[in-house]
């Protein structure tokens, strides 16, 4: 992780070997100014959540761009509020709610979905067939979730959320795992 200031906004290098703590650490002492996020390793779930938590608590902007070199078109579309009953987001790329998403809300991505706050709604990552996307939320309580051409559905009795969660494929079927400080 490389974190420095540029004209107008900090630069943050992303580069895959960093946890949640330290890019917490490293936003705390940061100055209020916008973010530039460039995501240059295979940085996961816990820390963009982290950066995106972090950020939210001090009121910072944050811009994700692309890597250097690269090519691809980096997309990521955040939302910065609960989306509720009705609304309905969707995006190529990576979304990331900074609120709830609230029952009959849908959010619809190419990559992840990623909610810093309760996921109740509809969530559905990897929407043009990517079955590596995942599904990260602070609170995971929707009753169904997608990823890729997969489906889950919570059973009735489903016991409330322990914590931070994802949701991932793993040999054909949606997994749901803890995530978040100190955790995969």
Do not use: C, Y
């Amino acid at each position: 992780m490389r974190l420095r200031a540029t004209l107008g906004a900090l630069a943050l290098r992303l580069d895959g070997g960093e946890g949640p703590d330290e890019v917490r650490a490293a936003l705390a002492e940061a100055p209020a100014m916008p973010i530039e996020v460039e995501v240059a390793g295979a940085a996961d779930g816990a820390v963009v959540g982290a950066l995106l938590e972090a950020a939210a608590e001090r009121g910072l902007e944050v811009r994700f761009r692309p890597p250097r070199g690269e090519r691809r078109v980096f997309h990521t579309e955040v939302v910065d509020h609960t989306l509720r009953s009705g609304q309905r987001v969707e995006s190529a790329g990576t979304v990331v709610v900074l609120g709830d998403v609230n029952p009959g809300a849908e959010v619809v991505a190419g990559g992840d979905v990623i909610v810093v706050g309760k996921l109740r709604g509809l969530a559905h990552a990897g929407a043009e067939g990517n079955a590596g996307a995942a599904i990260w939320a602070l609170e995971l309580a929707a009753k169904q979730l997608r990823i890729a051409g997969h489906v889950a559905v919570a059973p009735e009795d489903a016991p409330s959320p322990a914590g931070p969660e994802r949701a991932r494929v793993e040999e054909g079927q949606i997994v749901i795992e803890p995530w978040g400080r100190g955790r995969g």
